[in-house]
Structures are given as C-alpha cells and as structure tokens.
C-alpha cells in the first residue's frame, strides 16, 4: 500500500517503509537492497546522498555504504545530471 508524502515525513516512518519494502522484496524473491547497492557500486554507479536529506533525518556518516558520496547540494546534483549519459525517468 503507498504511504502519502505527508505521513512518509513523519518521525520513524522510514523505518516503516524500509521494513514493507524488505518484506515485499522476501515475498516476491528479488534480490535485496542491500545487494542491489553492493552490486551498483562494484558496477562504478555513482550513489550520492542528498545534503538537505542528510540534514532533515538527522543521518551521519556511519548510515551510509562505503562508496556513497554524502552531502551534495541540489546545485551539484542538478549540473551533474544535465551532464550525464543517462537519466532517470520523470
């Protein structure tokens, strides 16, 4: 069931979302989070963390993967991607 933005911003519910997705993930045997960022990463793809985002959750450092670029401005990350080869869909 999708979670509306307002309730998603909530205090704790991205540990909720984490644990529906984790479980839909195990119901339809796909491969894990944990694996699909380990494999993006072997793969050279590039898995930065937004700086407002960081902020706002109260993450640190010791959340992330190593390998993941934390603390990018919307700036950056909007250059970054006019430049880029790809793109994700809107």
Known sequence: MPVPNAVAALPGMDCVTTKMTRRKIEDNDTASIEDLLETSLEMGVELR??????????????????????????????????????????
């Open 49 to 90: 963390g937004c700086r407002m985002t960081i902020h706002l959750m109260d993450y640190d450092g010791d959340y992330f993967y190593d390998g993941v670029t934390t603390g990018v401005g919307a700036a950056t990350a909007l250059q970054d991607m006019a430049d880029a080869d790809a793109r994700l869909p809107v």
